[in-house]
């Protein structure tokens, strides 16, 4: 379906995407993961000929990629571009004639898929007038209205509440099952690690670790404990078989360096926590992503910081600067609203 080869894209002296290969099947869904600033949406962009690539590339349905084609694939961008003074139906209609779809085929899919994402009575309102969710459902809607062979999501679930996730999980799950190939970038690891049949992590521009979920897992082994419990579990942090903890208020993932240490992690357990759930399982998405992007280190250096407990006191030189900006602001905007009454007069 979609083949990328040795990908590249700089800007100025940065390499966003320093030759990312990848290759997505039909009925597919892969994950495109990364921390903030890797190099996913310049991927995604390029890969749709919305930015040119450098070098490298890019085939689907094993051709070059051409204009043509994009009537084929669907896109929701990260970032909100709808028509905000449009009406619901309108724009809808307006960006399905765009992907080749006539009014007469596109008003039933329309409804269809309002009604389905709880929208319907709704389609005579104007976008500005709706939620974030909702019109990130509209995206949605507008990304899969034409039936794509391809469907690319950047933060599908952004703006969505827990019920309309589950939504889109179940619309997502039936389009692969229909064949559609599915790229999607999210930072919700647990959504990717329900869904995915194949990820793509990439750091500072560089694919980093790649393959089918169930085999990723395998490879970084079964080291791993996960701990349901009453009490402070700071203090797991303190043992040298542990290799990797992560502590929350109620909850502990931990990584052993041999799994038979489990026994006196247990044993350590017992009288200094209330414990309801102890098990022994495949590590998380989450904790291979913060394993490979090296996040441990980061939220280490990040906790020795403390908060501070009042607010930073300023020079004298400061306030003064700071008192000079706002009677600058404060007058320059005197002279607006001045200018305004003019005007009316």
Known sequence: MLKVINLRKKYDTVVAVDG???????????????????????????????????????????????????NDIGYLPEERGLYRKSKIISTILYFAALK????????????????????????????????KGNQQKVQLIISILHRPQLLILDEPFNGLDPVNQILLKDVLLELRQKDVAIIFSTHQMEQVE?????????????????????????????????????GDGEFLKGFDFIRRADVYQNYAELELTDIS???????????????????????????????????SEKIEQASEKQIPSSPLKLTSKQALQDRHVRKVFFFKMAEFFDLLRQRKN
Not at 45 to 66: A, C, M, V, Y
Not at 105 to 131: M, N
Not at 268 to 282: A, D, P, T, W
Request: glycine letters at 10%.
């Open 100 to 131: 080749g779809l006539p009014p007469k085929q596109a008003k039933p899919l329309a409804i269809y898929w309002l009604e389905r994402f709880g929208l319907k009575d709704e389609c005579h309102r104007k976008i500005e007038e709706l939620s």
């Open 194 to 230: 329900k869904m995915c049949d194949t990820i793509c992590l990439i750091n500072k521009g560089k694919k980093v670790l790649s393959g089918e979920l169930h085999e990723i897992k395998k490879r970084y082994g079964t080291n791993s404990i996960h701990i349901e419990y009453e």
């Open 261 to 295: 240490k489990s026994s006196e992690l247990l044993a350590n357990l017992n009288g200094k926590l209330l414990l309801r759930k102890y098990e022994i399982v495949e590590p998380s998405l989450n904790s291979i992503f913060i394993n490979v992007v090296g996040g």
């Open 20 to 70: 990312v290969s990848l290759e997505v099947k039909r009925g597919e869904l892969f994950g495109l993961l990364g921390p903030n600033g890797a190099g996913k949406t310049t991927t995604i962009r390029t890969i749709l000929n919305i930015i040119q690539p450098d070098s490298g590339e890019i085939t689907f349905n094993g051709k070059p990629f051409i204009k043509e084609m994009w």
